[in-house]
């Protein structure tokens, strides 16, 4: 921006070298005590945001092992999201090699946020039981009603022990690339395998439909040796699809969430970054994605589109009633009943709905979905069940509704997570976990957002403006004499420090504490990775190239070594560094200049007659 500003990079008075330079003393200055600045950090996040939460696990040597922080506008998320939890580790993100746990979600309009971060000492199931139970302590001992995670073993251990009422799933997108990865010849020998396994995966409606294609797959195609297939079906009720179409988990199947929370705190901070410097970048991590959120909700509340794609009553009530994202996800299904036909099984009670044939779609298998009606409860329930699974009612019971004549969705299938604010319907919930009297800054940004309001509102007219400036006037006052009142308080208890200690002992207390425990608290030690190796493993081939062959010193053939060599009798003129003498016997040597041009029999009789034949 600089360099832009002042008309290039030679204009600067500094150089990248000299930006390398401040950036070193930085890291220095941060590099001893930095356990003790994390903890100061804390501290003064603490004092502006009360719901700030923080805790450390040390060793016996007071030395740091795991440390747990979420703010309080990550426990609000929390509150109003946190019925799905996304959870993965990352490597390289601080100089005590410490693995990176964050705990991410989703927000009302699709996006992603995080919930508390964590660093680690290690991966075992202990550290893991510990992180849950202190995330637990946080949220009020709220458990997610889903999380989804790799297939860490200590992981899944730790969260069956801690989230004993979450559905836990693995991430279907890394089993599925890695069956890619280690079936990929297989499938190009078996042609229309790969099209079938995708469908059955992806596509199957029901746990029997998977089950049944799956054994049909495996039978016709004949690879019923294949270990890793037979790996994916012993556990395919923790990743396949299917299997979680009832558990709410909404528009996700992998860790897409984590790994691109992670890629994000990592695109500013690397290995030889300290934990004071991370807190930094999770600054900024964080007002970005508040930012983003505020930016949705302005854009939800104030924009409509330009134009509704088609005339029905229902997509014009979901744009009145969803945020401007989920809107769009409404519209996509609304758009895919175009594709469907449907047939009356029993009227006002059953139907089904398939694809129809005119429709230029290359599918494996038409289905048939079954959507069940009852309309005096206004129920409508799709045996996909993607309302179940996102939120949002499917394509299918669109389709029949649609059939019906249906002017309005009913209410219950618009849940309160995806509607815009003015429908949210808190009102008897409160404001989350951050009360609006104990944030200066909360505060601050509410007067400012009134602030602009009225000046909006007294600038359309003389009369306004004249009552808008009159009444700021006396509110300035009255303000001017509250705040004058607080600082004679403050300038009595100044005076008084009995009566401070009075009113404030019990804070002192934990003050104080809290400094015997700064006294004390050292930086972890380096910890041992588990993640990938500083060097990616080789290729079977690749080891074969690599691998150096022996061979013999005096033939240089490569069958056998110079012990065993039955050619020592024979002297080679070869172009070789080091040259292994022969002794002489009083066996003949037959000298050969030119050893390429030779074919050598196999066969060496009596170990001193020699058989070749000049090409």
């Not at 195609?221 to 990743?239: A, C, D, G, T, Y």
């Not at 909404?250 to 969430?257: D, Q, V, W």
């Not at 509704?401 to 009913?410: F, R």
Request: aromatic share 12%; with cysteine; hydrophobic share 35%.
């Amino acid at each position: 921006i600089l360099s832009v500003l002042r008309g290039g990079l030679t204009s600067l008075p500094y150089t990248k070298k000299d930006i390398s330079n401040v950036r070193t003393t930085i890291n220095k200055e941060t590099s001893s005590n930095d356990m003790m600045k994390t903890l100061e950090f804390f501290r003064r996040k603490k004092e502006k945001d009360p719901h700030f939460f923080y805790e450390f696990d040390l060793d016996e040597s007071k030395k740091v092992k795991n440390l747990f922080w979420t703010d309080g506008r990550s426990r609000e998320w929390y509150e109003k999201y946190g019925d799905v939890v996304s959870f993965d580790t990352t490597y390289f993100t601080n100089r005590y090699n410490l693995p990176f746990a964050p705990f991410v979600g989703i927000s009302g309009h699709g996006n992603t946020i995080v919930f508390g971060c964590a660093f680690l000492h290690d991966e075992t199931s202990e550290t893991f039981k510990w992180l849950f139970r202190t995330f637990l302590k946080a949220m009020s001992q709220k458990e997610p009603k889903t999380i989804i995670t790799n297939q860490d073993g200590a992981m899944r251990s730790a969260i069956a022990q801690v989230f004993q009422n979450a559905k836990h799933r693995n991430c279907f997108f890394h089993i599925v690339k890695k069956a890619f990865n280690l079936s990929g010849n297989l499938f190009k020998a078996k042609e229309g395998l790969y099209d079938e396994y995708e469908d059955i995966i992806n596509n199957s409606v029901t746990e029997e439909e998977f089950e049944y294609l799956w054994q049909e797959m495996i039978d016709s195609f004949e690879v019923q040796h294949i270990n890793f297939l037979k790996h994916m079906w012993s556990i395919r009720k923790r990743f396949i699809p299917v299997y979680f179409k009832g558990d709410f988990c909404p528009f996700i199947k992998s860790t897409a969430l984590s790994e691109g929370t992670n890629s994000r705190f990592k695109n500013n901070v690397g290995p030889q970054y300290s934990i004071t410097n991370f807190m930094i970048e999770y600054e900024r991590v964080m007002d970005t994605i508040q930012n983003l959120e505020q930016f949705d909700d302005h854009i939800s509340r104030t924009k409509k589109p330009s134009k509704l794609w088609s005339h029905y009553y229902i997509e014009y009530q979901a744009m009145r009633m969803y945020n401007r994202k989920i809107f769009i996800k409404f519209q996509v299904e609304l758009k895919r009943t175009t594709r469907f036909q449907i047939n009356e099984v029993e009227k006002f009670k059953t139907y089904e709905v398939f694809l129809a044939l005119n429709q230029n779609i290359q599918v494996i298998r038409r289905r048939k979905y079954l959507v069940i009606v009852d309309l005096e409860k206004e129920d409508f329930n799709c045996i996909c069940s993607k309302f179940e699974k996102d939120g949002l009612l499917c394509c299918h019971v669109l389709k029949v509704m649609l059939h019906l004549n249906a002017t309005k969705i009913p209410e219950k299938y618009i849940i309160e997570r995806w509607t815009k604010k003015e429908y949210k319907g808190l009102g008897g919930k409160g404001n989350g976990n951050i009360p609006l009297a104990q944030s200066s800054i909360l505060r601050f940004n509410i007067l400012s957002r009134k602030s602009a309001e009225i000046a909006s509102n007294g600038s359309k007219s003389n009369e306004t403006f004249q009552f808008a400036v009159e009444e700021m006037d006396k509110i300035a006052k009255q303000l001017e004499l509250m705040c004058s009142n607080k600082d004679a308080e403050q300038e009595i208890n100044d005076s008084d420090p009995n009566a401070e200690d009075n009113l404030n002992s019990h804070e002192k207390g934990n003050q104080q504490s809290e400094e015997n425990t700064e006294e004390i608290l050292l930086d972890p030690d380096i910890a041992k990775s588990k993640g990938r190796p500083a060097q990616r493993y080789k290729t079977i081939r690749e080891e074969i190239q690599q691998k150096e062959l022996y061979h013999c010193s005096h033939c240089q053939r490569t069958d056998h070594t110079f012990p065993t060599c039955p050619l020592k009798h024979v002297e080679f003129d070869l172009p070789r560094k080091k040259r292994r003498k022969v002794k002489n016997t009083r066996e003949q040597v037959t000298k050969i200049t030119n050893p390429y041009e030779l074919i050598f029999l196999k066969k060496v009789i009596k170990k001193d007659i020699i058989c070749c034949r000049m090409v």
